[in-house]
């Protein structure tokens, strides 16, 4: 889709707009919003309200052709619900309505002239945003491993979005909407494709062709580096598969040389069987979603290379498969992760906290002025939170309480929310092992907790958050699908600190 933004007014008046397509809000009291006004020359939007074609609740539609004394060829009134308030709620489904419309218009372009600037506690720049993801979320497509190819989509590719007013930050809210929902759009990519495409090798080629395409530095560490720096947690998740395990960090140094980076850390379990813990067979083909940790900090990189974010961040995936096989990690197997500490893998299907406690440690050495690590990693933070938040976890100091904080409202402010839930010492005491330093997984209840409280002994010395994202990274059932999250959260958390 290709995006502009324009502001017309007087000089420039929409009813002389040149486009197949314009779409306006009315409300639910038959009110029309002031574009519509502005196009009702002859009184045949008006009159179409009033006939009850069209509720004006939020998401409902009516097209109409060769509305009077106007050059688009037609108009889309689309239901805002109450004008004395636009919510975000019906804000985003009169956008999602239009987009839908729009998919199935026999025009190639089209413009968007909503009330930007009154969604209650939102600004334009919101708004923009809003449009922007809707219309990259109706392109997106699902065929890419299909050889019979969905039928090209018609309609709208050239969108223009009718601002109240344009100024630089406008410009600049446009393009950062486009960055973030290009990023989303290679969260979703990855986190679709089978597990025997995307393996391990391939987030790490995906990570080296966003290097390419964006200039950022990459390493990617093979199991002997893995082997010298003593990274025997991560390894053991990956002892029992084929696939070759890949430690992937990429480094974008946007800011000064010596500003500390932000550091994101992603799990990267690119197929969970749950190992010798194998897991119960229905809905498992779902764990290829494993990765979506990993796609995620991919994802941001993408969204961060496009804006040239003027800051220093470095991503971090570990990348391997959690299979069973005469070589997997048994339970009750003993292993030392990279920070000394023992660990006794009681379930070899905990096995996220034991990839991502030596990418942690790992991430010491860039002096971090914060790692936030995001994973999928436990089916309980879906019990928890559903899907509609990720699961927020950060120690409770001033350091986690500011860094929690910051996730939070980056979350509210792109509509990718998150939601804090506690670790500490009495879930840590969960996970006391009699062989061990630590077993890899708690006493029943608070699974989430007892996960988070695992990864914490291996972030002590930075400030610190986890993102859970089992519930929010992708769909099931018939709209079975990445959705990006939390691409957009992180997007937003970075650039309020650039
Ligand atoms: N990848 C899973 C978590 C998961 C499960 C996410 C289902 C989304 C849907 C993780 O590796 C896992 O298996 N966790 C276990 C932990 C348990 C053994 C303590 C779980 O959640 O059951
Ligand atoms: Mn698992
Ligand atoms: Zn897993």
Redesign the pocket.
């Known amino acids: 889709m290709d995006f502009s933004i324009k502001a017309y007014d007087t000089k420039n008046p929409i009813l002389s707009a040149k486009t197949g397509c314009v779409a306006v809000a009315v409300y639910e009291n038959k009110k029309l919003s002031a574009a519509a006004s502005a196009l009702d020359q002859h009184g045949d939007i008006s009159a179409a309200l009033k006939s009850g074609d069209i509720s004006g609740k939020a998401g409902s539609t009516l097209l109409l052709r060769g509305v009077a004394g106007i050059t688009a060829a037609r108009v889309l009134l689309v239901g805002m619900g109450s004008a004395d308030a636009v919510s975000e709620k019906n804000f985003a489904s009169a956008v999602h309505a239009t987009l839908k419309c729009f998919g199935q218009l026999g025009s190639n372009d089209a413009i968007i002239a909503f009330p930007m600037t009154d969604v209650k506690g939102r600004d334009q720049a919101w708004a923009i945003g809003c449009i922007v993801t809707a219309a990259h979320e109706a392109q997106f497509r699902t065929d890419g491993q299909k050889s019979r190819k969905d039928p090209e989509r018609s309609g709208v590719k050239k969108l223009t979005l009718a601002a109240d007013f344009v100024d630089a930050r406008t410009r600049q809210s446009l393009a950062q909407a486009q960055a973030i929902a290009r990023g989303m759009d290679l969260t979703k990519e990855l986190g679709n494709l089978s597990a025997n495409v995307c393996t391990p090798t391939y987030l790490a080629n995906t990570a080296r062709k966003l290097a390419k395409d964006y200039k950022f530095d990459v390493e990617i560490l093979e199991r002997k580096q893995l082997e010298a720096l003593k990274m025997c947690s991560f390894l053991s998740v990956s002892a029992g598969s084929e696939e070759p395990p890949k430690f992937i960090v990429l480094k974008h140094m946007g800011g000064k040389k010596s500003d500390a980076p932000v550091v994101l850390v992603g799990k990267g379990?690119t197929f969970?069987t749950?190992g010798i813990s194998l897991k119960a067979g229905p809905g498992m083909d779902?764990?290829k979603y494993?990765m979506c940790g990993a796609a995620s900090v991919l994802g941001t990189f993408r969204a961060i290379g496009e804006m040239g974010l003027a800051m220093n961040v470095v991503g971090i995936i570990a990348a391997c498969e959690n299979m069973p096989s005469g070589r997997a990690t048994k339970p009750g197997d003993i292993v030392t992760s990279m920070a000394g500490l023992t660990i006794e893998v009681l379930?070899t299907?905990?096995?996220?906290r034991l990839v991502l406690c030596d990418a942690l440690t790992y991430a010491e050495r860039f002096n971090p002025a914060a790692v936030v690590d995001i994973a999928?990693?436990?089916?309980?933070c879906?019990v928890a939170l559903g899907h509609h938040n990720s699961g927020l976890f950060a120690r409770d100091d001033d350091a986690g309480n500011h860094l929690a904080q910051e996730l939070l409202d980056a979350g509210k402010q792109a509509g990718d929310t998150a939601w804090r839930l506690p670790i500490g010492e009495l879930y840590n005491d969960q996970l006391k092992s009699n062989f061990a330093d630590l077993g890899n997984?708690g006493s029943p209840g608070g699974?989430s907790c007892t996960a988070a409280a695992f990864l914490e002994n291996f972030t002590r010395s930075y400030a610190w958050a986890h993102l859970d994202i089992?519930g929010t990274a992708w769909k099931s059932g018939g709209a079975k699908g990445a959705t990006g999250r939390p691409v957009a959260l992180l997007s937003n958390f970075l650039l309020n600190r650039a």
């Open positions: 379990i969970d749950g779902e764990m494993d379930n299907d905990a096995e996220g999928t990693l436990t089916g309980a879906i997984i699974a089992a």
